[in-house]
């Protein structure tokens, strides 16, 4: 659920960038290092936007692999540890054995 409300409120925002772009189609001067150079306002909007959009999901592609790479990691290391040990996770019990919660009965 949590993915779809991103996805509309990515729509969202992409909707109201686009209304105020377009009704900015003014032209403007960019002043650069080397210059000045005359962009329509509605370049420079949806430019900005996009390039912004590309720093933020190279940020989340960059932590998701730091996250992965631990991950494996810390997998590796308790892999290690359970083989040093010789430990071996019990298994979890069927829902069938465990006791209901009295208080809620639609479990």
Known sequence: MRIQWSLIAALVFALVTAIF????VKTVDVNLLFGVVKIPLILLIIGSTLLGGIIVGSFGLYR???????NRRLKAQLAEVQEATGYVF????PAED?????TNPSI
């Open 21 to 24: 772009a377009v009704i900015n």
């Open 90 to 93: 019990p298994e979890p019990k």
């Open 64 to 70: 998701s692999y730091r996250l992965d790479k631990e």
């Open 98 to 102: 465990q006791p209901q919660d009295k």
